[in-house]
C-alpha cells in the first residue's frame, strides 16, 4: 500500500448462500482479520465501513467462502490519510470465531439467547472480561445462529459493560429484523462508543419469539480504540 490509510470501505454482493467475506492485513500466511465479517444469504449489495489507521506499505488482502457455488462480488477501497483528517483507530479487538475448517466459511458466533419469555431481556452473555484498551468504536454483524428461518422474528440487543450481575448499558435496544431466511444476515451496528481499559464487555438480547433456533442471535463483534 504507497500511502497510510485512515478507513476501509467494503462494498459486497452474493447469490450464494452462507457467505462469508474477511477483510485482513498481515503478510501472506499470516493474516490477521479486522472488522467484523460478512456472513449473509443471498445478499444483493451490502456496504462497510471501517475508521482504521493503517501505515505506509501495509498489505491487505480479502478471503470469501460460501456454502455453494454462486458469484461472490467484492470491492475494497482505501481513504487516505490525509492533513487534518481525523485519523483511524489503531488497536482493534474482534469476538466471534471463525469456522473456516469446517469447510462452509459460516462463522460461529457469540450466541445471545434471550430465553423463553417474549420480548424480556435475557442474561447478559460474557464477550470479554477485561478489553486491554480504551474503546472508541464498536462494530457489531448479528444473524440467525442456528441453519433455520424464523418467520421474520425481530430481537433487540444490548452492550454492557460491568462486572457479571451489575452490567451496565452502553448501547441499548438496537433492533434487528430477520426476513426469514436460513441464517439471514438481520443487522449491523458501527457507532461511537467509550467503555474503558480494562471493562469487561457482555451482550444481552430479547425476542418477539419465544421458540428454539428461532429466538437465539448470532452477534460478531470488532472494538476498536
Known sequence: MPFAVRGIHLSASSTTPLTRIDIAIGAAGSEQRIGVPFP????HLVRRHLPIHLPIGTRISARVASAASGNVSVQVGLV???????VGYSQWA????DDWASGTGCPVSLVADPGTTVNT????????????????HVAMMCGLSVATSNSGAGQM????????GSEVPVLSNVHLR???????LCGELSESIHIPAGSRIAI???CNSNVNGMRQVGCWLAFGG
Open 40 to 43: 449473509g444469504v443471498n445478499f
Open 80 to 86: 487516505p490519510l490525509v492533513p487534518l483528517a481525523p
Open 94 to 97: 474482534m469476538f466471534g470465531h
Open 121 to 136: 431481556k435475557g442474561a447478559w452473555l460474557e464477550v470479554t472480561p477485561a478489553i486491554p484498551f480504551t474503546v472508541r
Open 157 to 164: 440487543i444490548d452492550i454492557g459493560m460491568g462486572a457479571a
Open 178 to 184: 430477520h426476513n426469514g431466511s436460513a441464517r439471514d
Open 204 to 206: 444481552r438480547a430479547q
